[in-house]
T-cell receptor
Framework: NAGVMQNPRHLVRRRGQEARLRCSPM?????VYWYRQLPEEGLKFMVY????????ESGMPKERFSAEFPKEGPSILRIQQVVRGDSAAYFC???????????FGPGTRLTVL | DAKTTQPPSMDCAEGRAANLPCNHS???????VYWYRQIHSQGPQYIIH???NNETNEMASLIITEDRKSSTLILPHATLRDTAVYYC????????????FGQGTTLQVKP
């Protein structure tokens, strides 16, 4: 059973461009979480999704950030018009319906030039 | 979710047991104690969780005090690969499951 997969592992964007981060949860997992880790800081919750539904987006910045988890395919975290302050590691985690243990992917490291 | 308090850093000799404490004095009856760790720059890794009974798995043991106000994660034979930041997180089964990470404890295992 493959673990949580994220791609790309490293992403470089110039200011103003769009960044798309993908997360494929573990097989059988229908719950996906996104977390952000700014340089030298702790992990911060961003958004929690189930298939086709955003359940909790209380940690998402109000502008430029969006997330989806379609019926088919990976979950996508989209950052529009990136700024240097968006440079961070973005981690995705998934879990089963009845268990709360979350399994994390290797992360996507976004660098904004 | 209850707030947790952990020491910022600890050292442990390789091969010895590492005992990582966590205080969660405001924990409520339906809240679990979870432990995760993050090895340098990698994604966090689930270790163990418990409600009120002590728990053991292939990675670690979790000892929860009778009043549930504190717990200890035990790595029985620490190796250099156990060097990581360890997070103690408390949350209830009724919430969305989002993890609120504190600063954790940086465990340095030394040869």
């Amino acid at each position: 059973n493959a673990g949580v997969m994220q791609n790309p592992r490293h992403l470089v964007r110039r200011r103003g461009q769009e960044a798309r981060l993908r997360c494929s949860p573990m097989k059988g997992h229908s719950h996906v979480y996104w977390y952000r880790q700014l340089p030298e800081e702790g992990l911060k919750f961003m958004v929690y999704l189930q298939k086709e539904n955003i359940i909790d987006e209380s940690g998402m910045p109000k502008e430029r950030f969006s997330a989806e988890f379609p019926k088919e395919g990976p979950s996508i975290l989209r950052i529009q018009q990136v700024v240097r302050g968006d440079s961070a590691a973005y981690f995705c985690a998934s879990r089963e319906l009845i268990n709360n243990e979350q399994f994390f992917g290797p992360g996507t490291r976004l660098t904004v030039l | 979710d209850a707030k947790t308090t952990q020491p910022p850093s600890m050292d442990c000799a390789e091969g010895r047991a590492a005992n990582l404490p966590c205080n969660h004095s405001t924990i409520s009856g339906n809240e679990y104690v979870y432990w995760y760790r993050q090895i340098h720059s990698q994604g966090p890794q689930y270790i163990i969780h418990g409600l009120k009974n002590n728990e053991t798995n292939e990675m670690a043991s979790l000892i929860i005090t009778e009043d549930r106000k504190s717990s200890t994660l035990i790595l029985p034979h620490a190796t250099l690969r156990d060097t990581a930041v360890y997070y103690c997180i408390v949350h209830g089964s009724g919430n969305t499951g989002k993890l609120i990470f504190g600063q954790g404890t940086t465990l340095q295992v030394k040869p």
